[in-house]
């Protein structure tokens, strides 16, 4: 296992275009975090998973933000219909639960919209 | 809401010499902190947590929390040390992080 991967690495689109990317955690990890990174920023919390329930979601995630983990295993992170202000890198982290343990991070997908 | 400040964006020593990041933090709860780092080019990884209280590549942070803080300190810089550093607090059931807004390390020989 090489730890947490994201695919794809960079996604370039244009306004009105729908995005998808996806997350592959560490496999024994049964929670998923995706945060969203913008430049000068820390990242900030958009969504978690544990095993396949979504069980928080931030007012940062509008209706056109979307996210799944189907099986427990990978999840997808959906944004229709993007907008300007959606560039950013967007980073999945993943770790073990309950409890308070490290969260690893992936390399992170970095969207422009043009 | 919570919130973690890190006043600097960033600080610049020369080898050898003390560093303190600063993080401050707004909770009503019992905090956990963090702190990530993140080398050029490299991912988000974890450098240390309050309640392990150890030293990770000679990197201290203790916990105050009459003063609501939790400043990363090491006594003796190296250039390998540079890199971006992000506080963090880890809040709900979920334990979703709130990270400051990152403190740029430049160690200069």
């Known amino acids: 296992d090489t730890g947490v991967s994201q695919d794809p690495r960079h996604k370039i689109t244009k306004r009105g275009q729908n995005v998808t990317f996806r997350c592959d955690p560490i496999s024994e990890h049964n929670r998923l975090y995706w945060y969203r990174q913008t430049l000068g920023q820390g990242p900030e919390f958009l969504t978690y998973?544990?095993?396949?329930?979504?069980?928080?979601k931030s007012r940062l995630l509008s209706d056109r933000f979307s996210a799944e983990r189907p099986k427990g295993s990978f999840s997808t992170l959906e944004i229709q219909r993007t907008e300007q202000g959606d560039s950013a890198m967007y980073l999945c982290a993943s770790s073990l639960a309950p409890g308070v343990f490290e969260q690893f991070f992936g390399p992170g997908t970095r969207l422009t919209v043009l | 809401a919570q919130r973690v400040t890190q006043p600097e964006k960033l600080l610049s020593v020369f080898k050898g010499a003390p560093v303190e990041l600063k993080c401050n933090y707004s909770?009503?709860?019992?905090?956990?902190l963090f702190w990530y780092v993140q080398y050029s080019r490299q991912r988000l990884q974890l450098l240390l947590r309050h309640i392990s209280r150890e030293s990770i590549k000679g990197f201290t942070a203790d916990l105050n929390k009459g003063e609501t803080s939790f400043h990363l300190k090491k006594p003796f810089a190296q250039e390998e040390d540079s890199a971006m550093y992000y506080c963090a607090l880890s809040t709900g059931g979920g334990n979703k992080l709130t990270f400051g807004t990152g403190t740029q390390l430049k160690v200069e020989l």
């Open positions: 998973f544990q095993n396949e329930a979504q069980l928080e």
């Open positions: 909770y009503s709860g019992s905090p956990e």
